[in-house]
């Protein structure tokens, strides 16, 4: 059972693929599960703080089994985005052409981006490369150079484009993270090329190769399906890119680590990254709210990841955080008084 719990993030693309043969508010299907069914439930379920025992610890890391769910993400999700982009063969009304392309939008966001974050962390090229094809699916590839070689180690700095400021707007947020990290992204691939003593065109500069498949991606759709489709999955794309900007918004908003009088800062630790341990959204995002954790500890693949009791606490799970966020002002009101001193 401690296996087949995080098999309940199947209802995601079964919601999705309802969404795209359906008509009217069913488009909306894996939005209203994701944004109104998760966040009511984690009103009333409560968090658990329990972690594995060192026995169940060691059994769950050694299991091929929640590596091989992570994999079957990936024809999963082409399989959601071949049936989006085939599926435009009759007249919808508008509301109906957001309900279906925010829903995969939420593919893009839970599972394109999400796992892939987590593949991307893994240390074998092959999961890695999944994790690569699951964010081109996105249109967000650059996530793992920034992510892996910026983000985890100026986290909780202003250094990082991706930890929010105290009173800062989510709105704003999107743009300043999204944009900072795509160039800092291609100045992270700059030093390393220096460092290999490699030319700008050679293989290893994976930003060029990114920026050459995403392109691609967008030409054969445009040559597919047409100029319409090709909006409705780049709209989808932007959607679950805004769905990832909010979760980094939540997971360090107002954190930051010491800097030392050598001008460095303190090491990373779990008072650094808002942690959530409500159950629902801890299943449908592969424990991601346990964050603290896993900036405390990056190559802990997700079912090992562990609750830290001196970690700041979210009030609720991710998807219900996601939504306050819409709303700074209550926002500030809330988290304000909660942030460390």
């Known amino acids: 059972m401690a296996k087949l719990k995080y098999l309940i993030i199947f209802i995601v693309p079964i919601s999705a693929m309802w969404s795209f043969f359906s008509n009217d508010w069913q488009t909306f299907l894996p939005v209203i599960i994701a944004f109104i069914v998760v966040p009511t439930l984690e009103l009333f379920l409560k968090p658990d703080h329990n972690n594995l025992d060192k026995v169940s610890r060691e059994m769950a890391e050694k299991s091929w089994f929640y590596s091989v769910v992570l994999y079957t993400i990936l024809p999963i999700q082409l399989i959601a985005l071949y049936f989006f982009l085939t599926t435009w063969n009759q007249e919808y009304s508008p509301v109906e052409i957001i309900g279906r392309i925010t829903s995969m939008g939420v593919m893009c966001g839970v599972f394109g981006i999400n796992v892939g974050h987590e593949l991307g962390h893994r240390d074998h090229r092959f999961e890695q490369f999944i994790g690569e094809l699951l964010l081109l699916t996105s249109l967000e590839t650059h996530f793992l150079i920034y992510h892996n070689y910026g983000h985890h180690f100026d986290v909780a700095t202003r250094k990082d484009p991706a930890t929010a400021r105290k009173n800062e707007w989510l709105y704003s947020f999107w743009i300043r993270s999204q944009f900072g990290s795509y160039v800092k992204a291609w100045q992270l691939q700059t030093k390393l090329l220096k460092i290999k003593k490699v030319s700008f065109l050679s293989l290893d500069n994976r930003m060029l190769w990114y920026t050459i498949f995403q392109i691609s991606m967008c030409i054969a759709i445009y040559l597919l399906f047409g100029m319409n489709v090709l909006l409705y999955f780049l709209v989808a794309a932007i959607f679950g890119i805004l769905l990832l900007e909010t979760v980094n918004y939540i997971e360090h908003y107002g954190l930051w680590r010491k800097q030392k009088k050598s001008g460095r800062f303190e090491v990373v ?73």
């Open 269 to 341: 630790n779990p008072m650094h990254s808002w942690n959530s341990d409500h159950v629902v959204g801890r299943l449908l995002l592969f424990e991601l709210s346990r964050h603290s954790d896993h900036h405390h500890r990056a190559n802990k693949p997700y079912q090992i990841l562990d609750s830290h009791p001196d970690s700041p606490q979210m009030i609720t799970g991710y998807p219900g955080m996601m939504l306050l966020a819409l709303i700074p002002p209550l926002w500030f009101k809330i988290m304000n008084n909660r942030i460390p001193s």
